[in-house]
């Protein structure tokens, strides 16, 4: 009895160790083939959440909930480069791993910070388009209790991951565009060690509040 209990259960680790890697590979198989819209519905979703749960959850808890979905629906490496343009290849491989994680946490922690409290406010997807160099456009909008909206239009590429946001212009006003120039002024100005500074009270005010 005791050998064929032994057998049953070294064939059950066994099938679990092989079932489990495909399980993970189906799993980012099908993430990989989320069209831009789904993406973009995904990242929406988590949003309406933490808002709903914003008091229950505090800080800590929309952070730890939004950091897969942002990590998974934003080419952060793409962003930032794209933010620094030509003065990303004069920075060491060192000080661009630095700035790429320090722009992801905050990043991530501007939307825990911003998404905090629920109101009745609502996620629609208005449309989704072709642009230029082979990237998509997915327009939405908030729309708020009283019938105000905001308009979040989300550009995307796609990756070796799967469509990745790059751009997302509020109210057609450019996130990357207003960071561009902020980053690059500070960096032209007073160096790669102020910016990184900057970017990390940027993430301790939002902490403290």
């Known amino acids: 009895m005791r050998s064929l209990l032994e057998f049953k259960s070294i064939k059950y680790i066994l099938i679990t160790l092989i079932l489990l890697p495909l399980a993970t590979v189906v799993e980012a198989q099908d993430f990989q083939s989320d069209t831009p819209e789904h993406v973009i519905q995904g990242l929406q979703e988590t949003f309406i959440q933490a ?3 914003g008091d229950e959850l505090g800080y800590r808890g929309r952070l730890e909930l939004m950091t897969p979905t942002i990590n998974r629906s934003h080419d952060i490496d793409t962003i930032i480069r794209s933010i620094l343009g030509a003065n990303w290849s004069k920075l060491s491989e060192e000080q661009q791993q630095k700035i790429t994680e320090i722009f992801r946490k905050l990043s991530i922690s501007t939307y825990a910070e911003r998404f905090n409290r629920y ?12 642009l230029r160099r082979d990237q998509i456009l997915v327009r939405s909008k908030l729309i708020q209790k009283d019938g105000n909206t905001i ?17 997302i212009l509020v109210d057609g006003v450019s996130d990357l565009a207003l960071k561009r120039a902020e980053y690059n002024a500070i960096l032209k100005r007073d160096g790669f060690q102020a910016l990184i500074a900057m970017l990390e009270q940027k993430i301790s005010q939002m902490e403290q509040n």
Not at 119 to 130: C, K, T
Not at 151 to 167: A, C, P, T
């Open 51 to 53: 808002m709903k749960k």
């Open 151 to 167: 308009n979040f239009d989300y550009v995307l590429h796609q990756s070796k991951e799967g469509w990745r946001i790059v751009n």
């Open 119 to 130: 109101d009745g406010e609502r996620f629609e997807i208005v449309e989704q388009r072709s």
